[in-house]
């Protein structure tokens, strides 16, 4: 893919809606490690721990702006086509990052690691972890859980009243 393709692509609804999916990770990838570098880090609470506060806390903006700003979806969220799903998917991010950082954990603490050492690998395992499950993630969002459905669209803009005026 060239250059010239690549910045088509992202002028696309698509592309616009893949970088704006980006934007809100970077931002949920920023909340939870630096929660959990405070958490396992600075106050020692260790991994379980602070992989569980960092993915809770960090899934509240993750939520708000892959909803609103990704998707462009307004009003409330629906529960069970919405909140419920994402917050699935977020225990299903926590239970795999912390599994991950459990056992980095445990190497690093039997290898002897420096409290930098190991609170910097554990953390890398942790970022690693979410950046395993993105892609599906998005798919998921894009395909299910944050689809336009007709019955939410306003009349003039689903097709009922013809086309608006």
């Given at each position: 893919?060239?250059?010239?393709?690549?910045?088509?692509?992202?002028?696309?609804?698509?592309?616009?809606?893949?970088?704006?999916?980006?934007?809100?990770?970077?931002?949920?990838?920023?909340?939870?490690?630096?929660?959990?570098?405070?958490?396992?880090?600075?106050?020692?609470?260790?991994?379980?721990?602070?992989?569980?506060?960092?993915?809770?806390?960090?899934?509240?903006?993750s939520y708000e702006m892959n909803r609103k700003w990704a998707w462009g979806k307004t009003g409330r969220g629906h529960l069970w086509r919405e909140v419920v799903p994402f917050w699935g998917l977020a225990l299903l991010?926590?239970?795999?990052?912390?599994?991950?950082?459990?056992?980095?954990?445990?190497?690093?603490?039997?290898?002897?690691?420096?409290?930098?050492?190991?609170?910097?690998?554990?953390?890398?395992?942790?970022?690693?972890?979410?950046?395993?499950?993105?892609?599906?993630?998005?798919?998921?969002?894009?395909?299910?859980?944050?689809?336009?459905?007709?019955?939410?669209?306003?009349?003039?803009?689903?097709?009922?009243?013809?086309?608006?005026?």
């Amino acid at each position: 893919m060239t250059l010239p393709d690549l910045v088509e692509k992202f002028k696309s609804p698509e592309g616009q809606k893949m970088f704006r999916y980006t934007m809100a990770s970077v931002v949920a990838v920023c909340v939870s490690t630096v929660c959990f570098l405070i958490f396992d880090g600075l106050i020692g609470w260790g991994a379980v721990v602070s992989s569980t506060l960092s993915t809770s806390i960090a899934a509240i903006p993750s939520y708000e702006m892959n909803r609103k700003w990704a998707w462009g979806k307004t009003g409330r969220g629906h529960l069970w086509r919405e909140v419920v799903p994402f917050w699935g998917l977020a225990l299903l991010g926590w239970g795999f990052s912390t599994i991950c950082v459990y056992f980095m954990e445990k190497y690093a603490k039997h290898h002897h690691y420096a409290h930098l050492l190991k609170t910097g690998t554990v953390a890398a395992v942790y970022v690693g972890a979410f950046g395993v499950l993105w892609i599906g993630k998005f798919i998921l969002f894009n395909k299910v859980l944050f689809v336009h459905h007709p019955e939410d669209l306003p009349p003039a803009l689903d097709g009922r009243t013809g086309i608006p005026g």
